[in-house]
T-cell receptor, first 112, second 113 residues
Framework: AQSVAQPEDQVNVAEGNPLTVKCTYS??????LFWYVQYPNRGLQFLLK??????LVKGSYGFEAEFNKSQTSFHLKKPSALVSDSALYFC??????????FGSGTRLSIWP | EAQVTQNPRYLITVTGKKLTVTCSQN?????MSWYRQDPGLGLRQIYY???????DKGDVPEGYKVSRKEKRNFPLILESPSPNQTSLYFC????????????FGSGTRLTVV
């Protein structure tokens, strides 16, 4: 069965430091992978996607994600965190049947 | 402005009273979907639709109905709401079967008492 795991409920990072939010997946066929961000009292916003091609994908707000097929991972990264990056982040995968499954979310907290 | 519009934003209702949450998109997207968000569980897919008159169950379809009579609209119907359907609901749309990422609505916070 398809699944997405975000092993960390919370990630705390000092402003200016690099950040990583982890995501692993299990899906039959080629994965289509996504990251979304949710600010308080808002809907989810699309950050970036991997469909095919380069394993390093660049997205909105300076975020990027690295696709690793052998480790079935799609970790979200940013070289230098901002306090305004504090939010809830979701990883998602689309399977071959067009169902899109989300992880449980990781709360990112950037402290000044 | 390209958007997904959900109504209402907030709703408090009583057990068993039928309700409909509307969802409309203005981007001519084929793919639409409903999710519920619960703490610690992330977003779980309720139903999705690949196009007009085509709907499929997601992971948690029990107690919900949908219809897709027009491309732009995808209402979520709770025929007999129960307290365990208290949740935050999101509608989302995407072109090309969800390959290019969703545009989400602002959410509907439903409380069933």
């Amino acid at each position: 069965a398809q699944s997405v795991a975000q092993p960390e409920d919370q990630v705390n990072v000092a402003e200016g430091n690099p950040l990583t939010v982890k995501c692993t997946y299990s899906v039959s066929g080629n994965p289509y992978l996504f990251w979304y961000v949710q600010y308080p009292n808002r809907g989810l916003q699309f950050l970036l996607k991997y469909i095919t091609g380069d394993n390093l994908v660049k997205g909105s707000y300076g975020f990027e994600a690295e696709f690793n097929k052998s480790q079935t991972s799609f970790h979200l990264k940013k070289p230098s965190a901002l306090v305004s990056d504090s939010a809830l982040y979701f990883c998602a995968v689309r399977d071959s049947a067009s169902k899109i499954i989300f992880g449980s979310g990781t709360r990112l907290s950037i402290w000044p | 402005e390209a958007q997904v519009t959900q109504n209402p934003r907030y709703l408090i209702t009583v057990t068993g009273k039928k309700l409909t949450v509307t969802c409309s998109q203005n981007m001519n997207h084929e793919y639409m979907s409903w999710y519920r968000q619960d703490p610690g569980l992330g977003l779980r897919q309720i139903y999705y639709s690949m196009n007009v008159e085509v709907t499929d169950k997601g992971d948690v379809p029990e107690g919900y109905k949908v219809s897709r009579k027009e491309k732009r609209n995808f209402p979520l119907i709770l025929e007999s709401p129960s307290p365990n359907q208290t949740s935050l609901y999101f509608c989302a749309s995407s072109p090309l079967g969800g390959l290019y990422g969703y545009t989400f609505g602002s959410g509907t916070r439903l409380t069933v008492v």
